[in-house]
Nanobody, 120 residues
Framework: QLVESGGGLVQPGGSLRLSCAAS????????MGWFRQYQGEEREFVAG????????RYADSVKGRFTISRDNAKNTAYLQMNSLKPEDTAVYYC???????????????WGQGTQVTVSS
């Protein structure tokens, strides 16, 4: 089970940190990613990390603003989101996949989702 936390309401230019904990499991040997979904649209890739080697990948829209990191001891991944924009407003999902991917259909496990709203 993937347990997310950290969403909320923030003003433009502000920051939030999302967390995703692997409850009863581990991210070892998996790709752990964050996706987001706008209302009425499909989920899109935001950022991810290949757990064992720390290789990271980001969507162009978030490069330089978002940072993904991991805590092996806690089996928890984080998404630090800075310089947030209104267009970052979405439901954010953590995800586990067997390989590096940007494709939602290659995810084999999803978190429950957390709402991020960027508004003044």
């Amino acid at each position: 089970q993937l347990v997310e936390s950290g969403g909320g309401l923030v003003q433009p230019g502000g920051s939030l940190r999302l967390s995703c904990a692997a409850s009863g499991g581990t991210f070892t040997n998996y790709f752990m990613g964050w996706f987001r979904q706008y209302q009425g649209e499909e989920r899109e890739f935001v950022a991810g990390v290949m757990w064992n080697v720390g290789y990271t990948r980001y969507a162009d829209s978030v490069k330089g603003r978002f940072t993904i990191s991991r805590d092996n001891a806690k089996n928890t991944a984080y998404l630090q989101m800075n310089s947030l924009k209104p267009e970052d407003t979405a439901v954010y999902y953590c995800a586990r996949a067997r390989r590096i991917t940007r494709l939602p259909h290659e995810v084999d496990f999803w978190g429950q989702g957390t709402q991020v709203t960027v508004s003044s």
